[in-house]
């Protein structure tokens, strides 16, 4: 990418209001115990982006500087969001509106790995910051459901704000193209060397703004997504569609270049929510070598990839690999430590 269009995607997106909630930079760790447990492989790192600071941080914290601030911009009341009741993302909007007063509606699905009677740990911090919950029966019905809430409520007057799933919208991805600059600068000299980085990868924010940044910082490295739940060409569909948002924001036009996109599809398991034997062992084995606690949703799944891929040789001693910890701890203490370690 010309150097004139690096620097004015730079300045574009220092003028683009966010709001500062969150803890930066998140810790960059190399993993050189697992590195020598596994006995070959990269040179590992892991961004700690579940250090973000605000209840139990994650990836969403960076998505919602950029959307809540355009929300109060733009003198919103209500603010309405969905996701399942383990939702990351809908406790840290909740967790947020409190902070700056805006009154808050969930509109959330059952759980996948419900059923101990017990009531999702997200869910229960949420309804701590007053946020309101709507429950509906399935994922399909969350998104008509808000349409008509908030439709509702600006027939009474209120000035409302949808927020979609994940906030994963070209606005919210903006917080990770900050995250892949700040990446750069706390690799330096190894900034040139990272090859991969690998991350799980549902509502396409996070790797959207990811596959950007890198760009931005002048790496050429592979922006892997882990699908939890979706196939994979879903996904990278809708990662296409917010990075084309994310460049016209930017002011880049197509920067990041052909073949940008890559999921993976194959960890997911079971189903969305619901631990695979690959993603049990993967949040042991950094638990007991590294100290580092995964979920058992998202980062659980995407270690589990990455683990593969270093087995099956695809990543030798050649790569550095930044493994993208985007939060969800909470996810282990959702119904009963039976779901996530059995």
């Known amino acids: 990418m010309p150097d004139r269009l690096i620097l004015r995607a730079l300045e574009r997106l220092m003028e683009i209001p966010h709001l500062d909630c969150g803890h930066y930079p998140t810790p960059l760790v190399e993993l050189r115990r697992l590195r020598n447990h596994l006995g070959r492989g990269p040179r590992l790192f892991i ?39 383990q939702s990351n993302h809908a406790r840290i909007t909740a967790t947020l509106a409190a902070r700056f007063g805006l009154r808050t509606i969930l509109v959330l699905s059952p759980a996948a790995s419900s059923g101990s009677g017990l009531k999702a740990a997200s869910l229960g911090v949420g309804e701590l910051f007053g946020a309101e919950i709507r429950l509906v029966e399935s994922r399909e019905e969350r998104l008509a459901t808000m349409q008509s809430i ?42 040139s060397r990272l090859t991969h980085i690998f991350h799980a990868s549902s509502s396409g924010g996070t790797q959207a703004g990811l596959v950007v940044g890198t760009r931005l910082a002048g790496s050429r490295a592979r922006v892997i997504g882990v699908s939890p739940d979706d196939p994979a060409q879903s996904i990278a569909t809708e990662v296409s569609k917010i990075i084309a ?86 996810a282990l203490f959702a119904d009963s430590s039976k779901s996530a370690f059995a």
């Open 47 to 85: 961004k700690q982006d579940d250090l973000t600071g605000p209840v139990f941080g994650g990836n969403k914290v960076r998505k919602l500087e950029y959307v809540l601030a355009k929300a109060l911009a733009d003198e919103a009341e209500v603010v309405i969001t969905i996701g399942s009741e």
């Open 150 to 191: 908030a439709n509702e409520l600006r027939f009474a007057g209120k000035r409302v704000v949808e927020i979609p799933l994940g906030a994963s919208i070209p606005l919210g991805a903006l917080g990770y193209v900050r995250a892949a600059q700040e990446l750069a600068s706390q690799l330096e000299q190894d900034a």
């Open 245 to 330: 948002g994310v460049e016209s924001l930017l002011e880049i036009g197509d920067a990041s270049g052909p073949n940008k996109v890559q999921v993976l599809d194959g960890f997911v398991g079971p189903g969305y929510g619901i631990p695979s034997d690959e993603s049990k062992e993967a949040l042991e084995l950094l638990a007991k070598v590294e100290g580092v606690l995964l979920d058992p949703v998202y980062t659980a799944k995407a270690m589990a990839a990455l683990l593969a891929w270093i087995d099956e040789g695809r990543l030798t001693e050649d790569d550095t690999v930044v493994f993208w910890h985007t939060g969800g701890q909470l």
